[in-house]
């Protein structure tokens, strides 16, 4: 689909003390995976691969294919171990412990994860603890990964984050952390600051007009663009938003096309192309089904997928070098409240890319929207064309103003290419 990175959650191996069963039921039925975030078991803990997906001279072998199709891998950085971590029995000193000296599980109220033990990074001597988290680390980029994606480092100390990251940048400059942190706004920049190269946003939770222009606007201007890069994701492994399920199709289409333009870094999550939308329970922002608790087996062609769209919208992102920029987003008007106009364009202004998007998935939208061709040395009366790449079609438009018509059953997302 012409992505630039396969992410992978935790191939280690699982706990089975307190494992959970699918959909997050508290016992888990004989063949039943787990939850691969309760890392750790007979078979080794943090560097050690799960018998299920294979031995580590597989993962070499997987590693070097995607680097042969133009992929690098990203592995999850999910720094808590089950009941059966081997560090549980070698380092309980490296744990939290309760008045009867019985470690504690992670909690999230009203969540319980009774198949998962946090770390504790300011126990007694924590040197040994974060010198071997830095042990891991290295050792992963030993086997060819440069990307890690971070859960939860809000839930760890920041001077943490400050030396790991300082100390493996150190030795290897090209090594990118995300910080998977949806939490408080203060903390999010403070993890930014601290050294994360990239950092999850709050997008998946701005579906309105007026709020994606205030928080795209604010995250990247400055300063916050000084050192934060958000990376937009429509879905995750835990978030399927009540857009999508409600939006179907269409909302999918939207919300794809909205991040992978609004910001130069954007990643869907599996099934976001089979549009997968169905919850657990009304008012459930988890899915039903999800493969954090089982196997997972998918019909990637299944009808009504998004395989092509995906890869023509990531066809564009590649062919146009405005869209590679991160601090150069800029809103301009549309007449209709369910229409979003916005542009990209390269310093050299050699590559002017705008977006109409229309953000109701249920019924068609049109409206004229604003075009700066004052700032682009465009008279008022001077035609130019505009190209819209994901149909391929060319329209000339004159002045300063423009008219979209967007349709969420045919294309609810337009990308032009501004041509003189």
């Keep these: 689909m012409g992505f630039d990175v396969v992410y992978l959650p935790p191939i280690h191996p699982i706990g089975r003390a307190h ?50 199709l133009g992929l690098e891998v990203a592995l999850d950085l999910t720094i808590q171990c089950s009941p059966d971590h081997p560090w549980v029995r070698e380092h309980p000193e490296w744990f939290f412990h309760r008045p009867d000296g019985t470690i504690k599980y992670a909690e999230n109220p009203p969540k319980k994860y009774e198949d998962v033990y946090p770390v504790n990074f300011l126990c007694a001597d924590p040197r040994p603890l974060w010198e071997e988290m830095r042990r891991v680390l290295e050792f992963w980029i030993g086997h060819g990964v440069h990307t890690f994606r971070v859960d939860n480092p809000h839930t760890k100390p920041v001077k943490f984050w400050e030396w790991l990251i300082r100390a493996v940048q150190d030795e290897h400059p090209d090594v990118i952390f995300l910080a998977e942190a949806f939490t408080r706004p203060k903390m999010m920049r ?20 007026q709020e994606l222009i205030d928080y795209l606007t604010e995250i990247t201007g400055p300063p916050m663009a000084d050192y934060f890069r958000g990376n937009l994701w429509p879905n995750t492994p835990d978030i399927l938003h009540e857009t999508l399920q409600r939006g179907g199709r269409p909302a999918f289409k939207t919300r794809l096309a909205l991040a992978a333009t609004l910001s130069s870094l954007y990643g869907i999550y599996s099934g976001y192309e089979l549009c ?118 060319e329209y000339e438009w004159r002045g300063p103003r423009g008219y979209v018509d967007l349709h969420p059953d045919v294309e609810p997302a337009q990308i032009f290419v501004l041509q003189r």
């Design 276 to 393: 997968e939308n169905t919850p657990r329970e009304p008012g459930s922002e988890e899915y039903l089904n999800s493969e954090k608790y089982e196997y997972k087996v998918r019909a990637w062609d299944a009808p009504g997928n998004l395989v092509d769209y995906v890869t023509r919208i990531n066809r564009i992102r590649r062919e146009n070098r405005a869209l590679h920029g991160y601090a150069n987003l800029r809103f301009y008007g549309a007449d209709d409240p369910n229409i979003l106009f916005y542009g990209k364009m390269t310093p050299a202004r050699d590559n002017l890319v705008f977006v109409a998007a229309n953000l109701d998935p249920f019924a068609a939208h049109g409206c004229l929207v604003d075009v700066p061709i004052a700032a682009l040395g465009i008279g008022a009366s001077q035609p130019y064309r505009m190209r819209e790449l994901i149909t391929d079609r």
């Design 19 to 68: 494992r959970k069963g699918r959909n997050n039921t508290l016992v888990a039925r004989p063949g039943e995976p787990g939850s691969p975030w309760a890392i750790g078991g007979a078979e080794g803990g943090f560097t050690a691969v799960h018998p299920d997906l294979g031995t580590l001279d597989d993962f070499d072998r997987f590693v070097a294919r995607a680097r042969q």
């Design 190 to 209: 403070v993890l930014a600051k601290s050294g994360f190269t990239q950092s999850y946003t709050y997008f998946t939770w701005r579906n309105e007009k």
